[in-house]
Structures are given as C-alpha cells and as structure tokens.
C-alpha cells in the first residue's frame, strides 16, 4: 500500500505512530568531459547536465529515494571511485553518457574490471548501448542523449523500481489516437510523442535535442514487426510524468516569433511544431486552435486564413475554423498578434 494523505490519517487515528515500509536509494552520475553544471556558464563544446534532474524526478515518482553524485570527467580513476562511493551507499546506480563502444565512452570498461557487465546494448531505438552490470549491486548506464536516457529509465528500470517496491508496476499511460502517419525504423521503437487532447503526434527529432525532450509528454511502442502506422490508429502513450491541460494550441511552423507571440497569450499555451498537412488536420479534427502554414493556393473550405507573415522567403499565414473566427479565444489570439510586429499591417 502507497502511504499516502488517507493512510497516514487513518494511522494515526489508530495510534499506530511507526511502521514498516519498503525503501530503495538510487544513485545517479553523469560522466563526460562535455557536461557542465546548470549553474556555470557553458564553454564551448558544452551542454548543462539534464539528465541528472531528469533522472532524479523520474526516480522519485516511482517511489524511490534519489541521491545525485554530480558530474564525473571521462576519467577512469575517478568514475571508479564514484561508482565505490554510489554502491557503497545505495541500492541501484544509474550512470549516463560514455556508454557507446567508441574509445572515448569508458563506462563499459571500468564495470567489466570491477563486476560483471550482463549486457551491453538492447535493440531498442533509443536506447541502444544501454548496459546493465552487477558490481555487487545493479549498475546501469544510460545513453547520453536526454530523450534517450528518460524513455530507456521510463520502458525498463521505472516498473522494476516499482516492482521492489510493492506498488504499481506499469507507469501512468493514456490511450490516444495518432494524429499522423508513421514509418517505423524496422526496429523496436520507442517514439516519443506529443499528447493533445486525446491526439498524439510523433515528435520527429533526434534523441539528442534537448526540443525533443521538451515537445514529448511521453512514448508509444512500435514493434519490430510493424512497419507503417497510420493517422487515426489507437495507441497507449506511456508518460513521461504527470500532464499539463492547455486552454489554447497553435501547431505548425514554429519561428522565435511566433513563441514570442504565443507567450503574449492569456492562456495556457500548447505549441507543437508539423508540417502544413498535418497542422491543417489538427485545426479540422479540433486539435489545434490555430496552425501556421505557409502560403497556399487553395484551402478546405472550413479554413479560413485570418493573417499573414513573411518569415525569411516564405509568406506563411494563419488559419482557424471558419465557425471559430468569432470566437472569443480567437479574437484574443488576433487581437494580440495584430499588435504585435510579426503579421502584415
């Protein structure tokens, strides 16, 4: 049983001020010479350590007690005193980055020259060189890329962690339908996904931008065996954490200033950057409020282009449901952007 609020009540209601309770500490480290803390400024070659307090948050939902062991140089001498110290003091370590097989990824030989590596590499995109060892405790590496190192925590370690625990194995999921086609890789996928209102669109970056963790609420598995999916197919979409609801969503193309312009808005804003196909099938299917597409000779009839701007050689516009151009939240949208300096006088 979860102690929550009601237990703990109903505890000391009955006078019962200790108990017994699972508990399990994971480490976390991050290596590699290019990782810097959140708080310096970043030199050249540089990116923040995200997959530290990705890690952390995903641990801690899942029950367990996190302890970060900051960042570790690819230097094998001091990897392996983290490692000492993270068993030493805790139950399960995580590690992520240098865990591919190029010269530089060094996580792989340190864990065969102090344990026993069980695996390096699953045939899961992403996620690929993942490894799992046992130096007297389970270690884990994780891939370097956030996108990468979450969806891997999230499909494989998160309903182990559970699992010791005693609570509820499969993570928070929720079914949806695919708002776009999909061609798979021919390998067993985890795709990240963008979660809209009942819709989930694919979220086509690689696992190493830090936008893909950003745009994705979650992930849908895609079989080896399955190789075309498409628009309108019902999916279960595993999520990444708990889901924020929007008032308003603008898909399409996406430039600095449109961000600017949606950040403007007095609602809580949902952007999601596709293609002009599919945000013309978002604004249709109720999806999106608003999409951005660039110029068009001709239009569904139920679409009805409300503004336009240049963005570099290409005039782009706006466009909106017919029956909604008179609606409250629309006229807020048109009210503001034609104020601002991003639409044609």
């Keep these: 049983t979860l102690l929550g609020s009601r237990e703990i009540g109903v505890l000391a209601a009955v006078g019962?001020?200790?108990?017994?309770?699972?508990?399990?500490?994971?480490?976390?480290?991050?290596?590699?010479?290019?990782?810097?803390?959140?708080?310096?400024?970043?030199?050249?070659?540089?990116?923040?350590?995200?997959?530290?307090?990705?890690?952390?948050?995903?641990?801690?939902?899942?029950?367990?007690?996190?302890?970060?062991?900051?960042?570790?140089?690819?230097?094998?001498?001091?990897?392996?005193?983290?490692?000492?110290?993270?068993?030493?003091?805790?139950?399960?370590?995580?590690?992520?980055?240098?865990?591919?097989?190029?010269?530089?990824?060094?996580?792989?030989?340190?864990?065969?020259?102090?344990?026993?590596?069980?695996?390096?590499?699953?045939?899961?995109?992403?996620?690929?060189?993942?490894?799992?060892?046992?130096?007297?405790?389970?270690?884990?590496?994780?891939?370097?890329?956030?996108?990468?190192?979450?969806?891997?925590?999230?499909?494989?370690?998160?309903?182990?962690?559970?699992?010791?625990?005693?609570?509820?194995?499969?993570?928070?999921?929720?079914?949806?339908?695919?708002?776009?086609?999909?061609?798979?890789?021919?390998?067993?996928?985890?795709?990240?996904?963008?979660?809209?209102?009942g819709v989930a669109y694919p979220v086509y970056k690689s696992s190493g931008a830090i936008t893909a963790l950003a745009s994705a609420d979650g992930f849908i598995e895609i079989l080896p065996e399955i190789e075309i999916m498409e628009a309108g197919e019902s999916v279960e979409v595993t999520l990444f954490g708990e889901r924020t609801t929007y008032d308003f969503v603008f898909a399409g193309m996406v430039c600095d200033e449109v961000i600017s312009l949606t950040k403007m808005l007095p609602f809580r804003v949902r952007i999601i950057a596709m293609g002009a196909a599919a945000a013309i099938d978002a604004v249709q299917n109720g999806t999106a409020d608003v999409a951005s597409i660039p110029r068009m000779s001709k239009l569904p009839d139920d679409l009805s282009i409300v503004q336009r701007f240049q963005y570099g050689d290409t005039e782009y516009g706006f466009v909106v449901l017919r029956d909604r151009i008179d609606s409250e939240m629309i006229g807020t949208f048109l009210s503001i952007s034609n104020s601002s300096r991003i639409c044609e006088p």
């Design 16 to 197: 019962i001020s200790h108990v017994r309770v699972r508990s399990l500490t994971v480490g976390i480290i991050s290596t590699g010479n290019e990782i810097a803390p959140i708080h310096e400024k970043l030199q050249p070659g540089q990116v923040y350590d995200v997959n530290a307090y990705t890690l952390c948050a995903a641990v801690h939902d899942c029950g367990a007690t996190p302890v970060m062991y900051g960042i570790i140089s690819d230097d094998p001498e001091k990897i392996a005193k983290a490692l000492e110290k993270s068993i030493s003091e805790c139950d399960l370590v995580l590690t992520s980055g240098s865990t591919s097989a190029g010269s530089g990824d060094i996580i792989p030989h340190i864990l065969e020259e102090q344990g026993e590596v069980l695996a390096h590499g699953i045939n899961i995109k992403p996620g690929k060189p993942m490894i799992i060892a046992k130096i007297g405790k389970p270690v884990i590496g994780l891939p370097g890329f956030p996108t990468s190192a979450l969806s891997t925590f999230y499909y494989l370690i998160a309903p182990r962690i559970r699992d010791l625990l005693g609570c509820e194995t499969t993570a928070d999921s929720q079914r949806a339908v695919l708002g776009s086609h999909i061609q798979s890789a021919g390998r067993h996928q985890l795709l990240p996904v963008a979660l809209v209102r």
